[in-house]
């Protein structure tokens, strides 16, 4: 069955240490997205991508990348962690950007 | 930009009985999308229901329904007949465009 993946589930860095979280879609989906979940704010979009070699900057994109090389895979970076990045990622993919986004299980990520 | 207000943090509702969580949202557009999500202890994001603005039928899903009041702009999600699985955050979310605008959350608690 076709799925979306993220990896690690659980991270704890330090301040100012570089931190890549990865996103894995066997759906063949051209659009995918990273989200941040925090207490009060529900998800917020950080960035997104229509396809390969396309990335776009989110409502919350201050301090995170992401790179789109091949139609499966969106890595988001944090380069340089902050504590006011300690929260919960999110990855997800559609078909159309009208339909249904599929997402992933999460990275509670935890800034030290 | 578009907001998206739940209104109710919290709510509980007992095993077998209807409960209704309440969404606003705020746009100035004329086609666009709206979603329930569900968001169990395990974190999985899951897909409850979507409307597409542009039908006047209420979308329904089994158990869950909506009213969808477009002049109003109100899309309040109904579920019938609550199991002690519905626990969980429920999250409305609008689309148009790009991605997705959620709202804070709606935390259901049902009890036996």
């Known amino acids: 069955d076709a799925e979306i993946t993220q990896s690690p589930r659980h991270k704890i860095t330090e301040t100012g240490r570089q931190v890549t979280l990865a996103c894995h879609q066997t759906?063949?989906?051209?659009?995918m997205f990273w989200y941040r979940q925090d207490l009060g704010h529900g998800l917020r979009l950080i960035h997104y991508?229509?396809?390969?070699?396309?990335?776009n900057k989110g409502e919350v994109s201050d301090g995170y990348s992401v790179s789109r090389s091949n139609t499966e895979d969106l890595p988001l970076t944090l380069e340089s962690a902050a504590s006011s990045q300690t929260s919960v990622y999110f990855c997800?993919?559609?078909?159309?950007?009208?339909?249904?986004?599929?997402f992933g299980p999460g990275t509670r990520l935890t800034v030290t | 930009a578009q907001t998206v207000t739940q209104s109710q943090p919290e709510m509980s509702v007992q095993e077998a009985e209807t409960v209704t969580l309440s969404c606003t949202y705020d746009?100035?557009?004329?086609?666009?999308?709206l979603f329930w999500y569900k968001q169990p202890p395990s974190r999985q994001m899951i897909l409850v229901i979507r409307q597409e603005a542009y039908k006047q039928q209420n979308a329904t899903e089994n158990r869950f329904s909506v009213n969808f009041q477009k002049a109003a702009k109100s899309f309040s999600l109904k579920i019938s007949d609550s199991q002690l699985g519905d626990t969980a955050m429920y999250f409305c979310?609008?689309?148009?465009?790009?991605?997705?605008?959620f709202g804070k959350g709606t935390s259901l608690l049902v009890t036996p």
């Open positions: 979310a609008f689309l148009s465009g790009y991605a997705l605008n």
């Open positions: 997800a993919s559609s078909e159309s950007l009208v339909d249904e986004q599929y």
């Open positions: 991508s229509y396809g390969v070699q396309d990335t």
């Open positions: 759906w063949n989906h051209n659009n």
């Open positions: 746009t100035s557009e004329n086609n666009y999308y």
